[in-house]
């Protein structure tokens, strides 16, 4: 690795961090230089923060090799979790009750990984190896424990009764989000102790060669900067999503909220789309669908009760039920999941029907 790319590497998030604080701390007002240098300014961050996102993969992926499977893609999983429930809360808890981002934040999440992501991923693997094994014990368990957290969260508050449609009661809330965390917590148990072989891959991959001057020797110091780049992406989102949620206002768009959402699902979910893809074209499929599922679970099993905690906190109203378009659009999503998978072999036509329900995603979310 050249000097220029090393520099690159461990100096981007430590520039990253620094526009963050340096803007959150208001010494830096962009609002104040003018509409021109401040849309000047918000592409810029936004450049920053996608570049980010890649190094942060890097710093990730280097700890990964070095701690091994399943507890690499954990690293990953965990880390871009922990980006967007900062970055959720934080707009939650700034400005003016916004009661919808984390539902659609979190539904966002969900299509993406499940049409997207595993879209792409079974697309080009397929295109490239012809058909990829998969173990269906694995895959089983992701399915199982991503619909029960999906309905229960998302699909569940429409029809309760001690509160408004979409919302739950307290006590609802704060039950579900315990059931939440003990069901992700088993998931994690078994997929790192109990059944870690169900989540393997079929085939053993070829040995990785892993740069022991980069990696290897380094553990801790590709966590500092992972952190690093994590918090300054984190801070600087919630600027680039704010500034979008208030120029969609400005056009008179009314369902910003989802198109926010989506934005913040995007920008996090980068890092684990990217390695997902990679390990699909790499014929390890089930790594790539580890990385994918795990985060969709991960999404759901830590960011509501985060936010569920946040609003019985805050006493912000929190609504989490999804509308009937969107419902429709979920459970079509978890049930083309459950057939691509069952066989326990997939194929680039497989992938493709994922990705027209994501296309349907994306034109129910810029006009619903």
């Known amino acids: 690795m050249s000097k220029r790319q090393v520099s690159f590497i461990y100096g981007l998030p430590l520039l990253c961090l620094a526009s963050a604080l340096v803007i959150q701390s208001g010494v830096l007002r962009l609002e104040a230089w003018g509409d021109a240098a401040y849309t000047a300014a918000g592409m810029a961050l936004t450049l920053l923060v996608f570049a980010t996102v890649f190094v942060a993969l890097h710093h990730a992926e280097a700890i990964a090799q070095r ?11 965990l880390a871009v979790t922990a980006i967007e429930v900062s970055i959720i809360v934080s707009m939650m808890l700034h400005g003016a009750n916004n009661p919808t ?23 080009v693997g397929g295109w490239r190896h012809k058909a990829q ?30 509160s408004v449609p979409g919302s739950f009661a307290a006590a609802q809330l704060a039950f579900v989000s315990v059931l939440s965390i003990f069901l992700y917590g088993s998931f ?9 072989d169900d ?32 918090m300054g992406i984190v801070l600087l989102t919630e600027q680039v999503a704010a500034g979008v949620e208030e120029g969609l206002h400005h056009f008179g768009i009314v369902e910003a909220d989802a198109i926010v959402g989506a934005l913040i699902a995007l920008v996090v979910l980068m890092p684990e789309a990217v390695s997902a893809i990679k390990a699909s074209m790499a014929n390890e499929l089930q790594r790539g669908l580890n990385i994918a599922l795990g985060s969709a679970c991960a999404t759901i099993g830590l960011t509501i009760p985060a936010v569920a ?34 066989t326990g072999r997939t194929t680039a036509l497989t992938g493709l029907t994922h990705l027209v329900v994501f296309l349907a995603f994306v034109l129910v979310t810029v006009m619903p």
């Open 309 to 342: 905690m946040a609003s019985l906190v805050t006493g912000r109203e929190l609504t989490l039920g999804l509308t009937t378009g969107d419902t429709v659009l979920l459970l079509l999503a978890l049930m083309i999941s459950i057939v691509s998978f069952g």
């Open 67 to 77: 701690v091994g499977e399943p507890f690499g893609t954990l690293v990953l999983t």
């Open 199 to 230: 989540f393997m891959e079929v085939l053993e991959p070829e040995t990785h060669r892993i740069d022991h001057a980069e990696s290897g020797t380094r553990p801790l110091l590709h966590g500092v900067f992972l952190l690093a780049s994590l």
């Open 101 to 123: 981002l984390a539902r659609a934040s979190v539904f966002s999440t969900v299509m993406i990984v499940c049409c997207g992501v595993v879209g792409v991923c079974l697309t």
């Open 133 to 162: 094994d998969i173990r269906r014990q694995g895959t089983s368990a992701f399915l199982a424990v991503l619909i029960a957290l999906s309905v229960l969260t998302l699909v569940l508050p429409n029809y309760t009764l001690t």
């Open 188 to 196: 994690l148990f078994a997929q790192t102790v109990g059944q870690k």
